[in-house]
């Protein structure tokens, strides 16, 4: 069958080729016990991998325990979570080829928080508090707690642990990393001047406070095997005057480009509270303008709901991939209805495939 949406159309990763554009975006899920996935894993994971999206990234993936957003976060620091996240794996994988990737992550100055929804903000001592560390010694607000600025061994310390996670990683078979450095999380911390104002090689100019990202990703492209694909996601923008600003993204995402960067994910905010004006397609003209000026692949993600919408952004050169975030949470469906509407097709696990053809539309292909 000929295709003509760019949403459906494969996108190439070195070694690795996606069968279409839709990208499950990662999402913490909350679930894990001393960073290791648990059935709740095999559940969701497993209904992202039947949805029909070309890639699913697993959620942000702490590379040190002191480095989780919240006590329940996922992660990747010992070989206990390596096992526990290679059997939720294996399990999920009997019924997809769908490629899984995985956001390694380190929260810095915002680990050790409450799970949404559940609390508010930094735990207390009482509630197993940790401390928290950062480029400097600036809280994230008000009442959050002051990091510890990271010394050039910490630095180094951090940068190991990225590694091990990243052979770890590879050794369970994941296909694809993309380094967290969005949402004032570590990566994303050293790039703001909102929360960066070292004086030394590691802060003040961009060139400065780009050099630890940049270093964390030379470390883990070379511990990651050369036909395996890695992104970044980074901030667009910190929606703050004195923040990262887009044109500080672009410069980010040319230095990622020239170390072998395969592609950028284009979000925001994070570095403070702020003002976003979050609506359709909202971060998408960072990402368009990220992909014109580095020349590097984009993903646009954030309030993409519709299937034309995303199709709009690939078919204009806004974007080369689209995340979908909640919209996947509220129907893990969602590539179906969009390969109905746009003339595509998706996998289908063969166990849902009377249900995969409705309105007429030719029969999608079967997974398994
Ligand atoms: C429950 C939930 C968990 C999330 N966890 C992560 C995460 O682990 N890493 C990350 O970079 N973004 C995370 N995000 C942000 C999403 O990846 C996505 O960028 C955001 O929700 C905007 O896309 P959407 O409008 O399609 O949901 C999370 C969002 C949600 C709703």
New binding site residues.
Partial sequence: MKIDSCLFSPFALRNLTLENRLVV????QYSADDGCASSWHTIHIGSMLSSGAGLFVI??TAVERRGRITPQCLGLWSDENAAALKSVLAAVRQYSAVPVGV?L?HAGRKASTHRPFIGKGPLKHSEGAWPVMGPSAIPFAEGWPVPQSMSLEDMRVVIDAYVSATKRADEIGIDLIEL?A??GYLLSAFLSPLANDRRDAYGGSLENRMRFPLEVFDAVRGAWPEGKPMGV?CNGTDWHPDGIQVEDAVAFARALRDRGCDYIDV?SGGNCYAKVPVGPSYQVPFAEQIRKQSGLSTMA?????EPCQAEEILSTGKADLI?????M?NNPHWPWRAAETLGGQVGVPWQYYRAATRNGVPPPYVVN
């Avoid at 995340?323 to 919209?327: E, Q, Y």
Wanted: net charge positive; aromatic share 0%.
């Fill in positions: 975006s990662p999402m913490c959620e942000a956001q992550s967290h969005a949402h996601r979000s993600v954030g309030m993409i709901t995340g979908i975030g909640r919209a949470l």
